[in-house]
T-cell receptor
Framework: DAEITQSPRHKITETGRQVTLACHQT?????MFWYRQDLGHGLRLIHY???????NKGEVSDGYSVSRSNTEDLPLTLESAASSQTSVYFC????????????FGQGTRLTVV | AQSVAQPEDQVNVAEGNPLTVKCTYS??????LFWYVQYPNRGLQFLLK??????LVKGSYGFEAEFNKSQTSFHLKKPSALVSDSALYFC????????????FGSGTRLQVQP
């Protein structure tokens, strides 16, 4: 069965370190997204991609970057981790059409100390 | 820019009673509307969506949602709640044109008491 997987599931890192969260999907979807989930804010869009070599900023992109070198993967990099980036991160993918649902990974809980 | 409001942080209902989780939206043009459910330590699972047509949409696990264009609402409903329905519920919207990325509400925690 097709799926979307995130790794690691849990990560503790120190302030100032670079961290990369992995996302891999086998749906063959062109669209991929990264969201962060914080209490009281729901899910907020960090970055998204419509296909290989395409990346776009979402509402809360400062301090994050993504790259899309193939269809299956969209790694999220925190250039210099900050305590404000302690959160649960979700990756998702969807087909090209606006009216199709997105499929979500299990999430990565990141703690910056 | 689009937005979604879920006015209730938590909804409490007794098992067997009907439940409603409220959602209102703001978007340019026609909306595509979605409901997702999140169980503890899990990702989001798709429940149902409204694209066009009948205003009452049926989805997974006996849930349904009613689209009301004049009130810009998309409330989630279930005739008879189960304890196992207790979870976090998110409403989301995509406009019919433009960016292909969902905008989510802040979520509503549903607590069903036995």
């Amino acid at each position: 069965d097709a799926e979307i997987t995130q790794s690691p599931r849990h990560k503790i890192t120190e302030t100032g370190r670079q961290v990369t969260l992995a996302c891999h999907q086998t749906w063959n979807h062109n669209n991929m997204f990264w969201y962060r989930q914080d209490l009281g804010h729901g899910l907020r869009l960090i970055h998204y991609s419509y296909g290989v070599q395409d990346t776009n900023k979402g509402e809360v992109s400062d301090g994050y970057s993504v790259s899309r070198s193939n269809t299956e993967d969209l790694p999220l990099t925190l250039e210099s981790a900050a305590s404000s980036q302690t959160s649960v991160y979700f990756c998702a993918s969807s087909e090209d059409s606006l009216n199709t649902e997105a499929f979500f990974g299990q999430g990565t809980r990141l703690t910056v100390v | 820019a689009q937005s979604v409001a879920q006015p209730e942080d938590q909804v409490n209902v007794a098992e067997g009673n009907p439940l409603t989780v409220k959602c209102t939206y703001s978007v340019s043009g026609n909306p595509y509307l979605f409901w997702y459910v999140q169980y503890p330590n899990r990702g989001l699972q798709f429940l149902l969506k409204y694209i066009t047509g009948d205003n009452l949409v049926k989805g997974s696990y006996g849930f349904e949602a009613e689209f009301n264009k004049s009130q810009t609402s998309f409330h989630l409903k279930k005739p008879s709640a189960l304890v196992s329905d207790s979870a976090l519920y998110f409403c989301a919207v995509n406009p019919s044109t433009g960016r292909r990325a969902l905008t989510f509400g802040s979520g509503t925690r549903l607590q069903v008491q036995p």
